[in-house]
């Protein structure tokens, strides 16, 4: 079963806002069998959503639209619909009640004829009916084609996919299981690991699909089985990720794309009681930002110091000066002491520091451009590594905040029992 995404919104086409809503949807048809032909965005053009939709017809068995059906002048795709399908439009009771009940519960005022509008839907359709939002959703038919419409909205966009349409396509298809597998790794590049796993790939079952997700400092290996036979897949799967630890274990940090090295990190510390701040410099607080995305991070993360300019060093985390006009603001020594400094701030088990040279400029230091500073306090001891992550400035950040989670969780590894 094959389905293309459409979203409709010169907002799209301009880079004004940038499109989630495919990415949302193709994971929930992903998960239930649906392979995702391709993803397209055309403009608020009516002769362009005509031709798109007869360019797709009978070409794959569900085409997944958003934009355009709100209640201005430019939300053109419901009469867009009714032009494709031979239609008119009518109003739906149902719908002007719940879009009535909406606007003038919360926001107090009556209903305009614009609001009213949006109860109007093509006569042949199916209303996938949108609890909270006013412009309902529509699923029609064509020969071989059914046509989904949905509002751009991405909560409005979330609650009918979930709601509406993978029910829906669940009850009414039959489909292939398809069923992911995602490693993460960290520490290696993409060729590296490639050369490591060249044998065991090689050998995968041809039902068994491997891409690399590559990212600084860390590469994804998926796996993918499709098959009819549940069981049969999960066992394959299983028996070649348990071959692949044994190549590569060593990097293997976690397993499917929600077990994200600050998720393991926090698990590790969670399970352990054990505590983390953090003293960044060229990471501008990044590291805190991934450790604190996770729930539950307060029981183990304690605070932090983004310490920024030299200055900052000196008057927050107390770095001496002389340490600094010896050794240079970007060094070994003064990592070292960011960390334990931190360590000692907030009385944590960890703490970990950066600084460095991310570029363009070099700033308070004659490093070269790309060199960091990685320092890493234990219970036990103090680590310090230095790195040249090169350029861009972006690359150099992304890179350290990378190699200081892989730091971090190795050491973790080291110090429980």
Known sequence: MKATIVTIGDEILIGQIVDTNSGFIAKSLDKIGVDIHEMISISDNKQHILD????????????????????TKDDITKKTFCDYF????????????????????????????????????????????????????????KENTVFISLPGVPYEMKYLVENEIIPKVVREYNRPYIIHKTILT?????????????????????????????????????????????????????????????????????????????????????????TIATAESCTGGSIASLLTSVAGSSSYFKGSVVSYATEAKEAV???????????????AQVAEKMALQAQKMFKTDFAIATTGNAGPSKGDSDATVGTVFIALATPQTIVVEEFNFGEP?????LRAVNKSLEMLQKEILKNVV
């Open 52 to 71: 798109t939709f007869s360019k797709l017809q009978n070409q794959v068995d569900l085409v997944i639209i958003t934009g355009g059906l709100g209640p």
């Open 86 to 141: 031979e239609d008119t439009l009518v109003e739906n009771k149902e719908v002007l009640a719940h879009v009535t009940q909406l606007i003038e519960s919360i926001f107090k005022r009556p209903i305009t004829q614009m609001n009213r509008d949006q109860a109007l839907v093509p006569t042949k359709c199916h209303v996938l009916f949108n609890k909270v939002g006013t412009a309902p959703g529509m699923w029609m038919k």
């Open 186 to 274: 960290y520490g290696q590049g993409e060729s590296l690991v490639a050369e490591r796993i060249e044998d065991w790939e090689n050998n995968l079952p041809e039902f068994i699909k491997l891409a690399y997700l590559p990212a600084p400092g860390r590469v994804r290996l998926r796996l993918s089985a499709r098959g009819t036979d549940k069981e049969i897949l999960e066992k394959a799967i299983e028996e070649n990720v348990n071959s692949l630890t044994k190549i590569i274990g060593d990097i293997i940090v976690g397993f499917d794309d929600s077990e994200t090295i600050e998720v393991v990190i926090g698990k590790l510390l969670a399970q352990k009681k054990l």
């Open 317 to 331: 985390l107390g770095i001496p000066h002389e340490l600094i006009e010896k050794h240079s603001v970007v060094s």
């Open 393 to 397: 400035r972006e690359k150099v950040i």
